[in-house]
């Protein structure tokens, strides 16, 4: 999925692997995660509560949801419909998918704060209309262990013998491709920049800096 570029942190240009449908607009970070799963000082293990609400009932029988099903165990690829993400800004959202091996995303469309979240995490989420996305997830449907490929820089996407195109946001774009996306390692790979920057500070003081 990344490579080694220019930029300070690894370029996602494309992600390949297996499909896994997850249908229904308006799907909310709240089921995404739900909420009392937030309260863990880490995001490790988050991942295993992923869609925890649709995926279990009361007494933790499972239900029947994409999520349970064996056949698309270690897909990395999600199909997703309209305003997938919408509700609150938790950042656990995307955090919990990647956990669970999410490495792309493919919808109709995603909620602005989501998006930019999945970003932060070098997670791109890719659109396209309603009759494409709705085929790409009963294309996986019939194919599970049929491979997906997400390429984020030629915004396409090919399953079995179709390449479709896609779209990706510009600055989403620039950021997975040049390697730009990860504010941790723009901050490392400008150290002396920013050590300037907190020199000039009056609030920071001398010997406190690093």
Known sequence: ????????????????????PVRGNDIDTDQIIPARFMKVVTFDGLGQFSFFDLRFDDEDNPKDHPFNEDRFEG???????????CGSSREHAPQALMRWGIDALIGESF???FAGNCLALGVPTVTADTETVEAIQDWVDENPDGD???DVEAETVTYGDTTVDVTVDDAQRKALVEGVWDTTALMKANAN????TAESLPYVEDGKRV
């Open 148 to 150: 997906i490929d997400v």
């Open 1 to 20: 999925m990344s490579d080694a570029g220019d930029g300070p942190a690894e370029t996602v240009k494309h992600v390949s692997g297996t499909g896994i």
């Open 111 to 113: 909620a602005e704060i």
């Open 193 to 196: 920049e920013v050590e300037k």
């Open 75 to 85: 897909a990395n690829v999600m199909v997703v419909n309209s305003n997938f993400g």
